[in-house]
């Protein structure tokens, strides 16, 4: 097992305006999926993206790790609200222009960035 850092954004819009949510996490690659959340340079503390995004509505962005991602979707409660795209990165690139998200979910308390990642 080998860790792996996950980055990438959501673009939402809502009461708080367009706001692009830049995430980042060191995860370790393995066969549990694992929370992303954002990136403290940026936002202060890591939160998860359902506290720091509440009540704007997804519109799209991208993850990316340098080995791979099996999956990447928004949960809560157990229950997958949308699936976020992600993106191949190798060494000289550092990720991907904005896709659409397919089902734009307005962000809830609750609501994490789930991810598995591969070696």
């Not at 929370?35 to 993850?63: C, H, M, N, P, R």
């Amino acid at each position: 097992m080998t860790t792996q850092v996950v980055t990438g954004k959501i673009c939402t819009n809502g009461p708080k305006g367009y706001i692009e949510i830049p995430l980042e996490t060191t995860i370790t690659d393995n066969d549990t999926s694992q929370e992303v959340f954002t990136d403290a340079t940026y936002t202060v503390a890591a939160q998860s993206l359902g506290i720091y995004g509440e009540s704007q509505k997804i519109l799209g962005g991208w993850l990316s790790s340098k080995t791979g991602i099996k999956f990447a979707v928004i949960v809560n409660n157990g229950i997958v609200r949308a699936i976020v795209p992600i993106t191949s990165r190798t060494a000289g690139a550092s990720g991907s222009s904005d896709m659409v998200v397919l089902n734009p979910i307005t962000l809830n308390p609750g609501d994490q960035m789930l991810v598995q990642c591969y070696a």
